[in-house]
T-cell receptor, first 108, second 113 residues
Framework: QKEVEQNSGPLSVPEGAIASLNCTYSDRGSQSFFWYRQYSGKSPELIMFIYSNGDKEDGRFTAQLNKASQYVSLLIRDSQPSDSATYLCASFGNQFYFGTGTSLTVIP | DVKVTQSSRYLVKRTGEKVFLECVQDMDHENMFWYRQDPGLGLRLIYFSYDVKMKEKGDIPEGYSVSREKKERFSLILESASTNQTSMYLC????????????FGQGTRLTVV
C-alpha cells in the first residue's frame, strides 16, 4: 500500500467549473499536507498546505483535511485553462510522501 | 526569492559512466532530498540528508550514493550509470522551522545511452 494515494485521472473539466482532486494517506502520524502543481517538463510548485482539520481557502483554491478519514482534497473554483497540470498530493510526518499525481485538463 | 538550483537541466551519459548531479540551496535549510520522477510512478525518494555529513536511504537507493559536505550542497552520484536510471531527477530542501514546505530545483533530465 502506498503512503499517499491519488485518483490518477485524467480529469477534464470545462472552463469555469469546479475541479475536485482527492487524496488519501495511510500514516496517521502525518502532520502536514501539501498540494503541488506541476506543469509538463517543470518541477513541482507549492499551491497550498494544510495541517488542521477543516477547510483552508486561498483565492480560487480550497484545501480540505479530514484526519479521521485520512483524506485530503483540493477544490479549484472557476477553473482556467492555465490550471491544466498534474497535481501532486504530499504528506509529511518525518519525511515527505508524494502521490503519483492527478492530471487535470481544463477545456476552454 | 528562495532558490534551489540543480547544476544541469539536461544530461546525456553513457552506460557505465560515473555521474554527478549537484544541488545547491540558498535558504539555509537543514534538510535536502533527491527524488526521481517517472511516468506512472510519481516521485520516489532516493536519499535524504538532515544535516551536513548525514545521509539516510530513501525508498530506492540502489545504484546511487550521496554526499553532503556543506549545508547548502547535496550531491547525487550514480556510481555506474545504467539505462534504467534514465529519469527526471529532482532535488528539494526544507527547513526545520514552521511548516516544512519543500522547495524544488528545476530538475535534471538524465538520459543514459
Amino acid at each position: 500500500q502506498k503512503e499517499v494515494e491519488q485518483n490518477s485521472g485524467p480529469l477534464s473539466v470545462p472552463e469555469g467549473a469546479i475541479a475536485s482532486l482527492n487524496c488519501t494517506y495511510s500514516d496517521r502520524g502525518s502532520q502536514s499536507f501539501f498540494w503541488y502543481r506541476q506543469y509538463s517538463g517543470k518541477s513541482p510548485e507549492l499551491i497550498m498546505f494544510i495541517y488542521s482539520n477543516g477547510d483552508k481557502e486561498d483565492g480560487r483554491f480550497t484545501a480540505q483535511l479530514n484526519k479521521a478519514s485520512q483524506y485530503v482534497s483540493l477544490l479549484i473554483r472557476d477553473s482556467q485553462p492555465s490550471d491544466s497540470a498534474t497535481y501532486l498530493c504530499a504528506s509529511f510526518g518525518n519525511q515527505f510522501y508524494f502521490g503519483t499525481g492527478t492530471s487535470l485538463t481544463v477545456i476552454p | 526569492d528562495v532558490k534551489v538550483t540543480q547544476s544541469s537541466r539536461y544530461l546525456v551519459k553513457r552506460t557505465g559512466e560515473k555521474v554527478f548531479l549537484e544541488c545547491v540551496q540558498d535558504m539555509d535549510h537543514e534538510n535536502m532530498f533527491w527524488y526521481r520522477q517517472d511516468p506512472g510512478l510519481g516521485l520516489r525518494l532516493i536519499y535524504f540528508s538532515y544535516d551536513v555529513k548525514m545521509k539516510e536511504k530513501g525508498d530506492i537507493p540502489e545504484g546511487y550514493s550521496v554526499s553532503r559536505e556543506k549545508k547548502e550542497r547535496f550531491s547525487l552520484i550514480l556510481e555506474s550509470a545504467s539505462t534504467n536510471q534514465t529519469s527526471m531527477y529532482l532535488c528539494a530542501s526544507t527547513g526545520d522551522r514552521g511548516v516544512p514546505e519543500a522547495f524544488f530545483g528545476q530538475g535534471t533530465r538524465l538520459t543514459v545511452v
